[in-house]
């Protein structure tokens, strides 16, 4: 079926109208409808995020283990995140000419955008109980806990952890007050922040599966930061446990020198790794 050409564990008679990632939307409208190309992904706040804020579509996630579809995001930007049309507005769709323009009316009344918000609100929390969300929740625990007692005085002016825009609007405008011009080449940490006393710069990095601070990203923000005449960068790497600091460090041994580790589970104390000069 069109999902097995992308998942082999798609269970076979699923329908588009079930669910559909953004890979089968751009491939279902730039080459069906459009006779052209796929569609690029980049192009979904165009044609994704306007009809999911009306509530024309609604957000989705295949549940693997139980091989159905779930309301709501629950792990941010999962290759298992889709969307399908809502069910009140494929009636709209599907109503008598004589019909549709009333039950469009009705549909876009300010009160029935807000009961859509709110349920679109209640089903994504109830679908983050059913699936593993530890990266958004390290992330969460960072800001929350590790910012103020290590970094007081830094202000968050970037997290990633949602769906949707690299960068929003919001965060344009937190840039613009840092004095930060991020380019489509830059690193985007899970979490940057910003000191305007001290015009630091301070990247954390939180680790549930893969992407420490190493050389290579340590490089990379550092050359930001001396870019937009930062008087300096710092870094952190956030793990949930001991336990997950260690497999991952047994194997890969790639935190970056100067820079800190903090555990959320030991959370009062936080550690400066360095490197031994060579003589």
Not at 87 to 115: C, G, N, T, Y
Not at 211 to 229: F, I, M, P, Y
């Amino acid at each position: 079926s069109f999902y097995r050409l992308q998942f082999k564990n798609f269970p076979a008679g699923i329908k588009f109208c079930e669910g559909a990632t953004v890979a089968h939307i751009g491939c279902h409208f730039g080459i069906l409808q459009r006779g052209k190309g796929k569609a690029d992904r980049e192009g979904r706040d165009y044609w994704l995020k306007p009809l999911w804020e009306i509530g024309a579509i609604e957000k989705v996630y295949f549940h693997n283990k139980k091989g159905i579809f779930i309301p709501g995001h629950p792990v941010a930007k999962s290759q298992y995140n889709a969307y399908r049309l809502a069910d009140d507005f494929v009636k709209i769709l599907r109503a008598p000419e004589k019909k549709w323009h009333s039950m469009l009316a009705e549909w876009i009344s300010e009160d029935k955008i807000r009961q859509r918000l709110k349920l679109q609100a209640k089903l994504a929390k109830s679908s983050r109980q059913l699936v593993d969300t530890k990266h958004s929740d390290l992330i969460r625990a960072s800001c929350e806990y590790y910012v103020p007692h290590f970094l007081p005085g830094y202000e968050i002016l970037y997290i990633d952890d949602a769906d949707g825009d690299r960068i929003r609007e919001q965060d344009r405008d937190n840039f613009n007050r840092a004095g930060i011009d991020i380019g489509l080449a830059d690193s985007m940490p899970d979490v940057l922040l910003w000191n305007p006393e001290t015009d630091w710069l301070w990247v954390i990095e939180a680790v549930t599966s893969d992407g420490e601070v190493d050389h290579h990203k340590v490089s990379n923000l550092t050359a930001l930061a001396q870019r937009c005449g930062k008087a300096g960068i710092g870094f952190t790497t956030t793990y949930q446990t001991w336990s997950v600091a260690a497999r991952r460090q047994g194997k890969h041994k790639n935190i970056a020198p100067g820079t800190y580790i903090w555990i959320q589970e030991d959370p009062s104390k936080h550690y400066l790794a360095e490197a031994f000069e060579n003589e």
